[in-house]
């Protein structure tokens, strides 16, 4: 950076375009203000229309197709993304490609969401007659509800704004909120009235934190067979210092007839060396923790970590349903695969 560049960088802008700093922070709180405004006029038009839409989605035998156009098209790709990943099957049909083919997606079983901001896009409306006599349900979202497309639908859904953040009036700005909003007032209702669970969305998110989380079990991440580190609880002190050494998991189990009896850990042998304890004279029995905290493969991973985190461990052991060791793991083991 050459001299007086720095200085140059950090210096308060003086205008932005045909702005000021001022007024551009000015204009980004008016456009807040009337798109949080357009929601909240939402909230207080939601009538019966919006639970009859409900009843046709839950009642439908086939897949939701969720169409638009413009930035309404752009909306309509979303709320499809977000039926799909919620528990409600759905996909996104562009009406100029239905009007050359595409339309044979769709079956009467089928319901159809079109989104319009004028309620009298073309495109649409050459498709809905077709819908329509195919006898597929349709449930339109538009900012008119006397618009054409308001009028044939099943039930539609009034997305109306008093007005757009464009100062010029024209872009859909507050439109695109108010639909994107209520598109996923749809989703989370149904979501709900479906009985739609983490579990049931980890299984549509498995490249997520949150399916692998859900998905995720003991068994899939701890180490097994000669990985485990452990020795019999007749061995001495300095037996268990060498697997621990081996293993690498800065602690043994100690078992008896398979079953897990105690632990030694990394922090016992520093406090036995602090003692200056002879770890060649010392039973291993005498010096583990008894009871350790254990859990079994068949739980979820995050389980071993609640687990962890309470009793502020870094390792558990892994048994059956008979108390035998069968595994161990430790924190790293549950980072690297990404479970914490």
């Known amino acids: ?36 405004r357009a929601v909240q006029e939402l909230a207080h038009r939601l009538d019966h229309s919006f639970t009859e839409a409900l009843q046709i989605i839950l009642e439908c035998r086939g897949r939701i197709v969720v169409s638009g156009i413009g930035k309404s098209g752009h909306i309509a790709r979303k709320l499809a993304s977000t039926l799909a990943s919620t528990g409600t099957p759905a996909f996104f049909v562009h009406p100029a490609e239905a009007s050359h083919g595409d339309l ?14 004028s309620g009298e896009s073309g495109e649409l409306l050459v498709i809905v007659p077709i819908i329509k006599r195919e006898g597929a349900k349709l449930i339109s979202i538009t900012g008119n509800p006397e618009s054409s497309l308001a009028r044939e639908a099943d039930t539609h ?3 109306s704004v008093s007005e757009e953040a464009c100062p010029l009036g024209l872009a859909p700005t507050a439109s695109t909120t108010a639909a994107l909003a209520l598109g996923d007032a749809l989703a989370v209702a149904l979501l709900d009235a479906r009985g739609f669970d983490e579990k049931d969305f980890a299984r549509s998110h498995p490249g997520g934190r ?27 002190l300095n037996e268990a210092v060498l697997e621990i050494s081996r293993k690498g998991m800065g602690m043994t ?24 304890s002879d770890l060649r004279t010392i039973p291993v029995i005498d010096a583990m923790t008894k009871s350790p905290r254990t859990i079994e493969s068949t739980k979820l991973a995050v389980e071993a970590v609640k687990v962890m985190e309470e009793h502020k461990i870094n390792q558990i052991l892994v048994v059956n349903g008979h108390n035998e060791l069968v595994g161990a793991l430790n924190t790293h083991d549950l980072m690297q695969a990404k479970v914490i």
């Open 157 to 159: 859904l009034d997305a």
């Open 253 to 276: 189990a100690i078992v008896r007839d398979d079953v897990a009896v105690g632990i030694f850990t990394d922090g016992d042998l520093r406090r036995l060396l602090e003692r200056g």
């Open 104 to 117: 044979g997606m769709i079956t009467r079983d089928d319901v159809l969401i079109a989104l319009s901001n």
């Open 1 to 36: 950076m050459t001299p007086g560049a720095a200085a140059l960088y950090f210096a308060p802008m003086s205008r932005i375009g045909k702005l000021s700093p001022d007024e551009a922070i000015s204009l980004a709180k008016r456009v807040l203000d009337i798109e949080a």
């Open 210 to 236: 949150l399916g692998r989380q859900l998905l995720t079990h003991v068994d899939d991440v701890m180490r097994r067979g000669d990985a485990v580190p452990k020795v019999s609880a007749t061995a001495m």
